[in-house]
């Protein structure tokens, strides 16, 4: 059992003390959540340690005689409010049901995370060099760690070898799309910093802006590109037009110049990244394939190895999303079902996906995910959510008077912005930092407005001991998935390495009512059945594959694995059916295809068993080193041969064909020539053994 150190302070009522114990908390401490034995050393680790201070948050609002709420928050916490009361109404469709809570809570975390971080700062005097300077120390931070992450690479590049970007490049944000978004979402900061801040603390803006920068070419993450190329236009556009007044006149142009100093090193640093990094292509040659499949759509419904790419990934899965919101429109599938839901409108396209070992978690569209699984109601009542923060920022810019808080108010929205236009490409919702970054800005837009404006709503005493209970069930629920994680790790280097005892120890600690499923949604059945199978238990295997197709009823890899052990058990029609419902989401499952067709064979259709296996002849070329297709397919093709053979009268011609079907080699070879499935193959192979074609 591993111990957890997460460097969470036991007195958090001395640190958590306004706007300074929450910039402390979101700059300093979270940028250093990083626990390795965890399979995801960031998305857990995190989720515990923000239920602690939520907790610790809780205790310190709980003992204020008098709890007030600025009333600008109230029409945007209601809005939230309401659409975790919605997420109960998809919870209700939820497979899962643990599962489902576990990730209603971490959503209601957030909002319970804004609602504390307005009850804190709601009297305090916003201090916004304060905080743009703790933003530019959480720049540096996570700068720091991914530099010391880049040491490898830079050593390569010295010694003349290229230098090539991995996921792996991602401070301690889990991958380099993550750290990219955040970067960006804090880039704004930085520049308010570096152009407003004086003396030393330009130096630290510079650096961070520099970093940040540096660290958003560098990870080629095409979401954070265009996220920032947004940002930066409504920053020119609206720097321009001065409307509402954000600088004054004397120092537009001052801005403009700067802004322009800004986009010439962004330019050439993005001109010498272009000639040291050996893949800089990849993100940008992505539009190019977008193009590709507009003008050649049938490329979506074949399997090829040029599908072998990421945008090729994120049609299919944007596909399958918008078939999910067509065939429920008003509740969606379910809350935490997409993840289940999505093999059953279609995978495919690649072999590495055809056979099911690539799971999907997530449409890479954080809308997409919320109205597939929420319905019409959750994303109307999630984009209203950030509608009702514009508008209220709108607001409060027409009120203030002096051009830094405003420009400071315009920083926070785009920063708000940046969270928004990476949602469409990314998952930024999916993690606790962004989302963190996100309320906290909102946080401190709702306290930026003018004091004699300023009304307030007095607060029952049952809220913080609402979100006190709250918090102790997060600890619970957070702790309970960090403990899954962690075994999971074990459980998936076991099944590597096929230690089929420890998998089984392993499965039996990671599975719990919160945490049925792993990372890619299997059931933590499915492990054990493997497990006892290979040991020879095919009875209870059997049994836990049940189990586990009850909690994911599509995934393609449990569907083959349970037709099998029905199969192994003597229960054929079971494991037909359980074969052919894999086939339905993924027609060209090569170790379905060749199971139903073992199975057909072994009950003497070895006319059905032929039809099955043909079926993979358009892709035979593309199936390499497989030896159980390759042994499967010479049996059943043989024999199907040698029957029609028995109608065959000429004994030179059945000497010539049984003579053709000892050969292995050529039988397969010949085989693989006729992968037009137009082309009728038994008579081809009959005119190639006789020597009719050369």
């Known amino acids: 059992m591993h111990e957890i150190k997460l460097p969470v302070t036991l007195h958090m009522g001395r640190i958590i003390s306004g706007i300074g114990g929450l910039l402390v908390f979101v700059f300093v401490i979270m940028p250093l959540i990083w626990y390795r034995p965890a399979f995801d050393p960031d998305l857990n680790p995190r989720f515990l340690v923000l239920s602690v201070f939520l907790l610790g948050a809780s205790i310190l609002i709980l003992r204020k005689k008098q709890i007030v709420l600025p009333s600008v928050s109230k029409s945007t916490l209601i809005v939230y409010g309401a659409s975790l009361l919605w997420m109960f109404v998809s919870y209700l469709s939820a497979i899962n049901p643990g599962d489902a809570i576990t990730e209603w809570v971490r959503i209601a975390s957030f909002g319970v995370f804004l609602l504390i971080s ?12 304060k905080i743009t300077r703790f933003v530019s120390v959480g720049v540096l931070l996570f700068s720091v760690i991914a530099t010391g992450q880049s040491i490898p690479l830079i050593l390569n590049y010295l010694h003349d070898e290229p230098i090539k970007f991995s996921s792996f490049l991602a401070s301690t944000l889990s991958n380099k799309n993550f750290f990219s978004d955040v970067l960006v979402i804090l880039f704004p900061i930085c520049v308010f910093g570096m152009l407003k801040d004086s003396g030393k603390w330009k130096a630290l803006h510079i650096a961070s802006f520099i970093a940040a ?37 004397k120092q537009r142009k001052g801005l403009l110049a700067a802004f322009l100093a800004m986009g010439i090193k962004g330019a050439i640093s993005l001109f010498v990244f272009l000639g040291v990094v050996s893949d800089i292509s990849s993100p940008l040659s992505k539009f190019g394939k977008v193009s590709t499949y507009i003008q050649h759509p049938e490329m979506l419904e074949k ?34 079902n997409w993840r289940l839901v999505n093999p059953s409108y279609g995978i495919g396209g690649t072999l590495h996906l055809d056979s099911g070992l690539l799971s999907f978690e997530h449409p890479h569209n954080d809308y997409l995910l919320v109205f597939a699984e929420q319905g019409l109601p959750g994303i109307v009542l999630y984009l209203l959510f ?14 203030l008077e002096n051009h830094e808080a405003r420009f400071f108010v315009f920083v926070l929205c785009l920063g708000i912005v940046s969270f928004l236009v990476a949602s469409m490409f990314s998952y930024p919702r999916s993690r606790i930092y962004p989302e963190l970054l996100v309320m906290l800005f909102t946080a401190f837009i709702f306290a930026m407005e003018p004091k004699e404006d300023k009304k307030e709503i007095n607060l029952s005493a049952f809220v913080p001991v609402l979100t006190l209970v709250f918090s102790f069930f997060a600890i619970y629920v957070s702790a309970k998935r960090l403990n899954a994680d962690l075994h999971t790790k074990i459980l998936v280097q076991s099944q590597v390495n096929r230690n089929y005892p420890r998998m089984i120890r392993e499965e039996d600690k990671s599975i719990s009512y919160y945490t049925p499923l792993d990372y890619t949604g299997m059931p933590y059945e499915w492990y054990q059945g493997m497990a006892r199978f290979q040991s020879g238990q095919k009875e209870e295997a059997l049994r836990l594959y049940r189990t586990a197709f009850s909690k994911n009823p599509y995934q393609i890899r449990l569907l083959n694995d349970l037709g099998t052990a029905m199969d192994n058990t003597g229960q054929k029609d079971s494991a037909v059916y359980y074969y052919q419902r894999a086939l339905s989401y993924s027609r060209n499952c090569i170790d379905c295809r060749v199971n139903l067709a073992t199975v057909y064979f072994n009950q003497g259709n070895v006319a059905g068993a032929f039809a099955t296996i043909d079926s993979l002849r358009p892709i035979t070329n593309q199936i390499v080193m497989n030896f159980k297709y390759e042994e499967a397919l010479y049996v059943i093709l043989a024999n199907r041969m040698d029957d029609s053979l028995k109608t065959i009268s000429d004994t030179s011609v059945v000497s010539k064909v049984s003579l053709f079907l000892n050969n292995r080699k050529e039988v397969l070879k010949q085989y693989r020539g006729l992968s037009d499935l137009s082309t009728p193959v038994l008579p081809e192979l009959f005119q190639l053994a006789v020597g009719a074609k050369q």
């Open 118 to 129: 307005i009850l804190l700062i709601k009297r305090e005097q916003i201090d916004y060099f």
């Open 386 to 399: 950030f509608i009702l923060i514009f508008i209220k920022a709108k607001q409060l810019l027409k009120k």
């Open 303 to 336: 399997t090829s190895a040029e599908n072998s790419n990421s945008t090729f990934d994120r049609i299919l899965i944007w596909r399958n999303s918008f078939r999910m919101i067509k065939d429920h429109p008003v509740i969606g599938v379910g809350l935490n």
């Open 213 to 249: 920068l540096a660290y958003i070419i560098v990870l080629q993450s095409l979401s954070s590109w265009i996220a920032l190329s947004v940002i930066c236009i409504i920053f020119f556009i609206l720097i321009i037009k001065n409307k509402p007044e954000l600088v004054s006149p």
